[in-house]
């Protein structure tokens, strides 16, 4: 076993301990913080069914961002959009007997990969162009999306240019999944583009990406519009009832 | 401080204006008064700024992240998209970058990221991380009170993140190391002393009610009541103080006497409770907005009545209805018929719906009117019993009140509308150069209207708006007379002792 498959597999492991701990800890920590006080935005849904549906549009078609702007808008659906056909149909390195529908999107996934970088192009490049955008940008922005595009496109260039041995990526990725490790190709794209994944899922939880669970636990979208009809207190606000002194 | 400034110029070939370019630290200058130990010690916070404010600071930082879910996951979750960016009104009316709302919560971000976070911690400023100085301290001071809480910039950002929510906890963590701004703070202390924001004692709140008696009965020949203190009465009314005798908000008052009247509700004021506004929201303090809100419970509760009725204010309103019940309910002593609490145009557009009140629009010919739609009301409360209530019913009366009504441009009204830029505890002359700018993107969105459609009036249903725009109205060349009450419209229009039920 090469050094290098070893390395590999030792850091992908971390990886998902770190991004699996990290996201863990950060959510048990949002569901713990409570909302005092009722605070959705309004107009808003009245049910709380109506309130879950509303961040399902948040994080489906960025609904409050189409308000706001709408080229963001269209280079975070091309990016947002992309990335998740890109990791879809990526699945196929994790399964061992690839189901009909998830090759069958295969293709898909290749446009996506254009899709999803041009898209971080063009809101690397709005960060420059943008002079508001510039001026609340820091390193760490730009960092991100030259991290990401970084990993685009090292996948599509071993795509289209210098392929890799994905059978064997295959054999090595399963074999991470059963705790057994196997030889990784030594492919300067596929070292880099892995690495960089490695990288993207230590940062994740410390990092803005923590706005993918976070657009779940803001309260101006997932609160219900029923304060009249529901009293609402957060579990430190009990004690208040008491201090009326009348 | 009353420098000379600028009023920014008005475009109205657009409906928002242009982004202006970035101008920055132009606003660095704009900070309203500290205040003084004697309006901050009765609140419970230090009288001047304390040795260890640097520790104090990030202590209550600590312990709003743990309290507050919004503070938490929207100092995480801001990933510096830009969409709020063009968004708030002092950023267009200045040009201040620092006025942008992302950049304004960047300044708390910042410093949550250097002592709550690893990456902060580990990388600085690479990931935009830096230390509480006195510089920082200062400076949130600053653009702290350049942010009229609107919440315009929620509407528009992916995560809903609000920048109010961040403002509210500045200002709570610059209350406990001794840096409070005095209008705020010597007005909260004017509401658990007197009763009311403007210091109106008990007596000459019976005064003035019985002037108002007095006058509309030489006005209407009809004997329409201003009670005050009156047990046994159906509805507590709860409206902003200056509703009992500024212009144009007393007209209000008398719309909704007369609306009372005609109802045949009994109602009373209270010299207790004889103050809608709950100034604890501006400054983040959820123990003063708890303490102001019950003293509407124990008015209620002392003068026996059965509903509780708000009158037109914007933050007031919010306060009411989103809060009212977590603080000072639960409300089972009141009727349950009615919602608790109900807003007075709840009660006029039943009214009208219902022939319990006829309007004339004929008594406001010539008036062409607009609607502002305050921001606390649009985006962080409801009217009626269906989502936009609040833009519907107040624009039903309005319409059933006058001849002929105009909306403005719609990226400026509904959940878009622009802050009257005097909102959150900026009403201060202390402000008044922040209040001016701020106000340009309404002010533009009024003059299309008033020059394109004749509007002659701008209906507001807020005190802090109406006093602001009578304030800011001049400056851009309009009279401050063109502000009114939506219940002086009403006032007007009312038919009273016809149809009697």
């Not at chain 1, 498959?5 to 949002?30: E, M, P, R």
């Not at chain 1, 295959?170 to 030889?183: D, N, T, V």
């Not at chain 1, 990288?199 to 990406?209: D, E, Q, R, T, Y």
């Not at chain 2, 204010?313 to 309910?329: D, E, I, K, M, Q």
Request: glycine share 8%; net charge neutral; aromatic share 10%.
């Amino acid at each position: 076993m090469s050094a290098i498959s070893i390395a590999y597999a030792a850091l992908f492991y971390l990886a998902a301990l770190v991004l699996v701990v990290g996201l863990v800890s950060k959510i048990a920590q949002y569901w713990r913080t409570p909302a005092p006080l009722k605070i959705a935005t309004t107009p808003a849904p009245m049910t709380r069914t109506g309130a879950a549906f509303r961040v399902a549009r948040e994080v489906t078609l960025f609904e409050s961002l189409f308000k706001g702007e709408k080229l963001l808008w269209v280079l975070a659906v091309l990016f947002h959009a992309g990335l998740l056909l890109v990791v879809v149909r990526h699945l196929r390195y994790f399964i061992a007997d690839v189901p009909t529908l998830l090759v069958l999107i295969q293709p898909i996934g290749v446009y996506a990969g254009f899709a999803m970088v041009a898209g971080l192009a063009g809101l690397l490049a709005r960060r420059f162009l943008n002079p508001r955008v510039r001026y609340i940008t820091n390193p760490s922005d730009i960092a991100m999306l030259v991290l990401l595009i970084a990993i685009g496109v090292s996948g599509l260039f071993m795509k289209f240019v210098l392929p890799t041995d994905i059978l064997a990526v295959k054999a090595f990725f399963l074999g991470l999944m059963r705790f057994s490790i196997q030889p990784l190709p030594v492919h300067p794209g596929l070292l880099i583009h892995l690495g960089l994944v490695a990288a993207l899922m230590i940062v994740f939880p410390f990092s803005k990406l923590l706005h993918a669970p976070g657009v779940f636990f803001s309260p101006t979208r997932n609160q219900a519009d029923d304060p009249r009809e529901r009293r609402h207190v957060a579990p430190w606000a009990a004690g208040y009832d008491a201090k009326r002194g009348f | 401080m009353a420098a000379k400034f600028d009023t920014p110029p008005l475009n109205l070939d657009h409906d928002v204006p242009d982004n202006p370019a970035l101008t920055p630290d132009s606003m660095a200058h704009s900070r309203p008064f500290l205040a003084k130990p004697e309006h901050q010690e009765p609140l419970g916070f230090p009288g001047t700024l304390v040795d260890d404010w640097h520790d104090k600071a990030i202590g209550k930082m600590g312990e709003l992240l743990g309290k507050y879910r919004s503070l938490q996951v929207y100092m995480d979750s801001c990933v510096k998209c830009g969409a709020c960016s063009d968004k708030c009104h002092y950023f267009l009316g200045t040009g201040d970058p620092k006025n942008m709302p992302v950049a304004r919560q960047d300044l708390m971000r910042s410093v949550y990221r250097k002592y709550f976070t690893p990456a902060g911690k580990l990388f600085g400023s690479f990931v935009g991380a830096r230390e509480l100085t006195q510089d920082v301290l200062d400076e949130w001071y600053t653009y702290y009170h350049q942010c009229s809480q609107c919440r315009r910039c929620s509407v528009f950002c992916p995560y809903g993140i609000d920048t109010a929510e961040i403002s509210m906890a500045a200002r709570e963590i610059l209350d406990h190391v001794g840096m409070g701004q005095k209008y705020c703070n010597e007005i909260i202390t004017k509401v658990h002393k007197i009763g009311n924001n403007l210091g109106l004692p008990e007596r000459a709140l019976a005064d003035t009610m019985e002037g108002l008696e007095e006058d509309t009965l030489d006005d209407t020949g009809h004997d329409i009541k201003f009670p005050v203190d009156v047990e046994g009465a159906e509805v507590l009314l709860v409206t902003p103080s200056a509703d009992f005798f500024a212009e144009p908000h007393v007209d209000g008052l008398i719309g909704y006497a007369k609306v009372f009247h005609q109802l045949g509700i009994s109602w009373t004021v209270s010299s207790e409770a004889s103050e809608a506004a709950n100034f604890g929201m501006f400054i983040g303090s959820y123990d003063q907005m708890h303490k102001i809100a019950n003293r509407i419970r124990k008015a209620a509760l002392d003068l026996k009545v059965k509903r509780i009725v708000f009158g037109e204010c914007g933050h007031a309103w919010r306060v009411a209805y989103s809060f009212l019940n977590t603080y000072a309910g639960p409300w089972d002593f009141l009727d349950p018929r009615y919602p608790v609490p109900q807003h007075i145009l709840e009660v006029t557009y039943g009214a009208i719906k219902n022939g319990g009140i006829r309007l004339d629009k004929d008594a406001n010919a010539g008036m062409v009117l607009t609607m502002h739609d305050s921001c606390n009301v649009a985006r962080a409360s409801r009217m009626g019993d269906f989502p936009g209530g609040q833009f519907v019913i107040p624009r039903e009366v309005i319409k059933a009140s006058v001849p002929k009504f105009v909306d403005m441009a719609e990226d400026t009204i509904f959940e878009k509308t622009f802050c009257c830029g005097g909102g959150g505890g900026l009403l201060t002359d202390d402000l008044m150069e922040i209040r001016v700018k701020g106000a340009m993107p309404r002010m533009n969105a009024l003059k299309q209207v008033v020059e394109q459609h004749g509007v002659t009036h701008m209906a507001a249903i807020c005190a802090i708006c109406k006093s602001q725009f009578t304030k800011v109205l001049p400056y851009y060349g309009m009279d401050m007379n063109m502000i009114v009450s939506v219940h002086q419209l009403v006032s007007n229009a009312i038919q009273l002792g016809t149809n009697k039920s």
